[in-house]
């Protein structure tokens, strides 16, 4: 297995599928981690595949102590304020320096919901049905105490309603929902359904070729910079014609650490509410 691993990613849908091969997980919102035991201690990357240990020691302590060498972990750092997930707080420990990031852990301290299994003692399981990297995660999780524990999970369609309808006030927005005999791979895999409220946000830049753009990067009303997902055409179309008009940008990073080519201002596009890493983009404004 490559290291930084390339992750899994999940496209968003307007409403949970159902059928007997669907799985369901809730969306716990934070900074998405791959955990890495090795013989020699714990290694994490981001995403875009920053190595990111220093900004959550807490969690590579626990790894250290509840993984065997040659486990692989993907899943979510996130960090509970008053009983509710609060992505500002663990953005700002995901994004700090070693320095800061020891100060943020006294005053946020994190924890790993993991919701696959990549590896165990070596073994390669990404080739492997969810249903089987399930199973192997919660062998490898049975005697793990927080801050690492996995993700609930359940194949009953409307035990993931409750989820989907109860759980907002916990900053759970949404359900990611997994076929059973699906393997893990890089591309767009899995669905998520969120509470599908729009906001309007500002183009900032864009990812892929300046004709046809794959995926922009937006402004939120928060302040937030976000890479959207994959684009439809008709937004990639109006996109290009922002690019030409705008003339060369510079290269930039998101919040997230992920790079793209900035472009002028002017362009709001609709998003949904709610958006973490990749915003959601459904028309141009």
């Keep these: 297995m490559e290291f930084p691993v390339a992750v899994a990613l999940a496209e968003s849908v307007p409403t949970l599928p159902t059928g007997a091969d669907w799985w369901y997980e809730p969306k716990f919102d934070g900074q998405r981690l791959v955990m890495h035991r090795t013989e020699e201690g714990v290694k994490c990357h981001a ?27 993907d899943g979510e750092a996130v960090v509970w304020i008053d009983g509710r997930l609060d992505l500002a707080a663990a953005e700002a420990r ?133 890479l959207s997902q994959t684009v439809i055409a008709q937004v990639a179309a109006d996109m290009a014609r922002h690019i030409t008009d705008s003339g060369p940008g510079r290269r930039a990073r998101t919040d997230d650490g992920e790079t793209y080519t900035t472009t002028g201002r002017g362009l709001v596009v609709e998003v949904v509410a709610g958006t973490t890493r990749h915003a959601t983009v459904t028309r141009v404004r």
């Design 94 to 226: 995901g994004n700090a320096t070693p320095r800061r990031a020891s100060a943020l852990a006294a005053e946020y301290p994190a924890y790993y919901a993991v919701w696959d299994c990549l590896a165990v003692d070596g073994v390669d399981l990404r080739e492997r049905p969810y249903r089987e990297r399930r199973a192997a995660l919660l062998d490898v999780l049975a005697d793990a105490q927080p801050p690492i524990r996995p993700v609930p999970a359940t194949d009953d369609a409307e035990v993931a309603r409750v989820w989907f309808e109860q759980l907002q006030a916990q900053g759970v927005e949404g359900v990611v929902a997994k076929r059973a005999e699906s393997p893990y791979r890089p591309d767009l895999v899995w669905q998520t359904a969120r509470h599908s409220e729009t906001v309007d946000a500002e183009v900032v830049g864009y990812v892929g070729p300046a004709v046809q753009p794959l995926r922009v990067v937006v402004r939120l009303p928060d302040g937030r910079h976000l």
């Design 47 to 73: 995403r875009s595949g920053r190595t990111v240990t220093t900004a959550w020691m807490e969690l590579v302590a626990a790894g250290q102590g509840a993984l065997r060498p040659g486990t692989v972990l």
